[in-house]
């Protein structure tokens, strides 16, 4: 009988998936873009959410392609969107780079100077790429 049991334990030891064992498993690493504006938008609105997208395109398509990055504009008037506001204490129309491990935002940043560029795509693009470098080290 203690044979039999010790050899159960052996095949199920053997036999058992790897998948089962979390100590192999990386974790899930994103960075989510949000391009966060109201119902109503004005020219500088428009342009900086296209310079944003432009950005992302040009210097992280192949993270684009794979879900590394995630870009995500969200209309902060919509119903149950108002939390974004305090979430990322938004004062105006912002672009925010957010870092996400496990499902679990650990850090993220407001990419206020989008404003000061949004008249000069290479500027804007070269500031968005040095921005979400520095987030996803």
């Given at each position: 009988m203690k044979n039999m049991i010790i050899a159960v334990l052996i095949g199920f030891t053997v036999f058992t998936p790897a998948s089962h064992f979390s100590l192999s498993a990386a974790p899930t690493v994103k960075t989510v873009v949000y391009y966060f504006h109201g119902q109503f938008r004005c020219y500088s609105c428009t342009r900086i959410e296209e310079l944003a997208s432009i950005a992302l395109q040009k210097h992280f398509s192949k993270e684009l392609a794979s879900g590394a990055v995630v870009w995500r504009p969200v209309n902060v008037d919509a119903p149950g969107n108002e939390r974004y506001i305090a979430d990322y204490r938004l004062r105006t129309r912002s672009v925010v780079a957010s870092r996400v491990i496990d499902g679990k935002e650990i850090s993220w940043k407001n990419l206020e100077r989008v404003w000061h560029y949004y008249?000069?795509?290479?500027?804007?693009?070269?500031?968005?790429?040095?921005?979400?470098?520095?987030?996803?080290?």
């Open positions: 008249n000069d795509e290479p500027a804007f693009t070269a500031y968005i790429k040095s921005e979400i470098d520095t987030l996803m080290c």
